[in-house]
């Protein structure tokens, strides 16, 4: 088992930056691959970024590459969603999410993921 609590969302102008960080616990944390989602109202869930177990490969959806950076501290169990240049477009509820060994193909796929954090809140005004 792992539990997830996503923070660091809110209230931002378009073209500023927020850090969302997403606390692990349970099941070890470095051994496992982990994602970024978003979910907006009337949306279904889309992929945003992922990142391996070791952090040596990271992938992006096309429309947060360049302005998102994912990361992870394995020594803090925490992994990290840096978002730059934000765009009104990028408002949604942000989740992390876990997916086990050999998966890699299909990281963009949320049904991949076994387990999910509840969700952060973050909104771009214009």
């Known amino acids: 088992q792992v539990q997830l609590v996503e923070s660091g969302g809110g209230l931002v102008q378009a073209g500023g930056s927020l850090r969302l960080s997403c606390a692990a616990s349970?099941?070890?944390?470095?051994?496992?691959?982990m994602g970024w989602f978003r979910q907006a109202p009337g949306k279904e869930r889309e992929f945003v970024a992922s990142?391996?177990?070791?952090?040596?490969?990271?992938y992006y959806a096309d429309s947060v590459k360049g302005r998102f950076t994912i990361s992870r501290d394995n020594a803090k169990n925490t992994g990290y969603l840096q978002m730059n240049s934000l765009k009104p477009e990028d408002t949604a509820v942000y989740y992390c999410?876990?997916?086990?060994?050999?998966?890699?193909?299909?990281?963009?796929?949320?049904?991949?993921?076994?387990?999910w954090g509840q969700g952060t809140q973050v909104t771009v005004s214009s």
């Open positions: 999410a876990t997916r086990p060994p050999y998966t890699g193909t299909y990281y963009s796929s949320p049904s991949v993921y076994d387990y």
């Open positions: 990142i391996s177990y070791s952090g040596a490969n990271t």
């Open positions: 349970g099941r070890t944390f470095s051994r496992i691959a």
